[in-house]
Every structure is written in structure tokens, then in C-alpha cells.
């Protein structure tokens, strides 16, 4: 079951309708609003399986829709440092 959580290098908060992220080893800030903001909201180190239905549910999707988005995000995130996944 892949695990995915914040990483310990970065702070972030959420103010309005943004989630600011800062990546403490390069300190560039990343801004995520709308949908990114809520995949980000639910990580909460949580497996894939149970963020996908979480967001399922928020959104009224598609299982597979939501799971190509978000392994598509949780990637992204990946490269930037801003996650570690692990199986």
C-alpha cells in the first residue's frame, strides 16, 4: 500500500483559498488553490487508496479519475520535494 506524506523540509499553511508551501532546502514558495489545494489537504499521510476515496467522495467522481489526477499531483509533488512517497 504506497503512503504518501508531507515532507519534513517544507512548511505550509493555508490562508483564504491557497495553500502557501515553502520548500525549506531551496526556499521557493509554491501557491495551490482549487483542486490542488484540497489533494493537498488530503494527504494527511495517508495511503493513496484512502486520499482517492476521500476525494471521491468531496467531489462526486470517478474512482479512476480521481486516482489518474492524483497520481499525476502526487508525482509532481514528488519531484519537487514537497512529499515522500513510500510502499
Known sequence: MTKVEYAATISWQVLDDEVYIINEKNKRVYVLDNSAKDFWLAIEKRSLDKICQALC???????????????????????????????
Do not use: G
Request: glycine fraction near 0%; charge should be negative.
Open 57 to 87: 467522495a468531496q467531489y462526486c467522481a470517478d474512482a479512476d479519475c480521481i486516482r489518474a489526477d492524483l497520481h499525476d499531483f502526487i508525482a509532481d509533488l514528488d519531484k519537487l520535494e514537497l512529499v515522500e512517497v513510500s510502499d
